[in-house]
């Protein structure tokens, strides 16, 4: 069964009082996933409330700071339970293990964004990106390393760009990229209000790509097939192959790829540490997202969600839109 033949139901809807201002699904605190996922919605008010089909929405905990504007879920005790790591309007990340405090971290800015950058030496980082452009690294209990992004984003802007932008950090995403040894390196990608994206690897700028349009969300995934991927390859003197010309036409990909969705309305997809365009939505996005349905099968490649300025989402699968779903009024943090 392939993307064409899927279709699309609505379940279920809760009207809450709370604004939404962000959302993560998972099962928060326990060992052992039992039952249906949750939905964990991040408020204006501090709160952070969880439901899901069979049952109402009701607060999981209070963090009694500014409005939530980001939230993860990750392992951070080494406990095999899913912890919670919020972020708010006051600048303050705060994480919380088995429903109870943990810690807190300041950053002195509004929190836009929460990754977990799982690398080798420390086993992870939680990375904070605020509104005014910085990239912040730090553990339950210690601070690592801090980045002035927007910074970095000046510097490089070239004197025919407009330089009246929003500085604050858009998206990031933690990948491998593969170096010119074709090794992977433990990457955190960063985009802000200008049309870069940034390679920060061991708390350092070791490149910064120039896209088209600024980048809105990223996400990765299995997008291409060995005969998709000849499509973005310049096969020359001057670039190495990276797949056996025996390789099945079909087969889908084993290393991950990252998409990114514009400002301009286009999803780009990275190969390594090249940029291309890959398909055009129409409008501009504001959420790009991996999705795989379990009746999906294993030698297809992963779908993408799109959702942005319009009432619906887009479900592309091979570069070419397969479904829509309309009707609906998405924000950003509605997927």
Known sequence: MSAGHLYYQKLWDRKLQDPINCLAIGKPFLEELIEENDILIGSTA???LILNQSKPAEVLLETKGGSIQAIKLYDL????AQDLVVGDSNGVVTMFSRQRFLSKMDIQSPVTHIEIHEVQA???EIVAGTMNGHVTSFQPRELLWTLDVSKESITLATLGMD???AIGIHCMLSAFIRDRFD???ATLLVCDGWPFVHLIQDSRRVLSIRVPTVIQSMAAGCFLTASTIRRFQAFNASS???HDENDVPNKVLDSNQVLLAGQDGSVYIMID????HWFKVGYSLSKVMTFRPACLPNDEPDLVLCVGHSNGVQVFQHGERSSLMTGYRISHSGI
């Not at 005790?77 to 095999?80: A, E």
């Not at 540490?273 to 291309?276: D, F, M, N, Q």
């Open 77 to 80: 005790t080494g406990l095999r």
């Open 122 to 124: 420390q086993g992870y």
């Open 46 to 48: 501090g709160r952070v």
């Open 273 to 276: 540490a090249e940029i291309h």
């Open 163 to 165: 330089r009246h932008r």
């Open 240 to 242: 190495r192959p990276k």
């Open 183 to 185: 090794n992977p390196q």
